[in-house]
Nanobody
Framework: QVQLVESGGGLVQAGDSLRLSCAGS????????MAWFRQAPGKEREFVAI????????YYLDSVKGRFTISRDNAKNTVYLQMSSLNSGDTAVYYCAAKTRAGDNGSAALYDYWGQGTQVTVSS
């Protein structure tokens, strides 16, 4: 079983940067591609970014490309999401998740392990 705990969220102003962390326990995250999703009020959960198990390949939601960077430190069993040039559209609860089944990276059903989420609020 994998436990994931996100941290680093908060209230920031438009244009600011923020780094989210996702710490894993219970089992190594090294075997899993790891992703970040987000859910804004009244909206469905949305895929943001994913990084391969070895940290080589990454893929991003179009609207965050060039602004967000996903990374991982397998020695620390931790995944990060560096966010810059934040805008009000980035306001959401951000979740990290471990992808356990092959398929569409954006399909939440393919991720068996989720954190509890961390709130990011961007004021304009």
């Amino acid at each position: 079983q994998v436990q994931l705990v996100e941290s680093g969220g908060g209230l920031v102003q438009a244009g600011d940067s923020l780094r989210l962390s996702c710490a894993g326990s219970g089992r190594s995250l090294n075997n899993y591609p790891m992703a970040w999703f987000r859910q804004a009020p009244g909206k469905e959960r949305e895929f943001v970014a994913i990084i391969g198990s070895r940290g080589v390949s990454t893929y991003y939601l179009d609207s965050v490309k060039g602004r967000f960077t996903i990374s991982r430190d397998n020695a620390k069993n931790t995944v990060y999401l560096q966010m810059s040039s934040l805008n009000s559209g980035d306001t959401a609860v951000y979740y990290c998740a471990a992808k356990t089944r092959a398929g569409d990276n954006g399909s939440a059903a393919l991720y068996d392990y989720w954190g509890q989420g961390t709130q990011v609020t961007v004021s304009s």
